[in-house]
């Protein structure tokens, strides 16, 4: 989560409600970075932290559940579960990064 805090404030964006369009002023943004540069780390910022608030919220599942319960994930199981995670949200810094591009129009 401290990623995500001084992500977004090295980065400073403001979004054009009528539009869909963001405005940045932060330190990236003014040292003439691509705009590919600049959407991936926007979206590793943003992605970064959902590992970590799915391992919070799969021990707090076990500590509710019990060990006895059918529901219990094993430990195995719970690292497998994170891994995938981990390569979806890879996959979808790399799909940013490679899809991004500018409009013809902006």
Known sequence: LVVF?????????????PFS???CEGIICRIG??????MAFL?????THFPCILSVLVSLHQAVVGASN???LPRSKQNILT???IAILVLNIIGFV????DSDDA
């Open 5 to 17: 805090d001084v992500g977004f404030f090295l980065l400073r964006i403001y979004f054009v409600p």
């Open 21 to 23: 369009a963001f405005y």
């Open 33 to 38: 970075l691509e705009n590919t540069t600049l």
């Open 43 to 47: 979206n590793t910022v943003i992605v």
């Open 70 to 72: 059918k529901w219990t």
């Open 83 to 85: 891994a995938i995670i």
């Open 98 to 101: 490679f899809l991004a591009k």
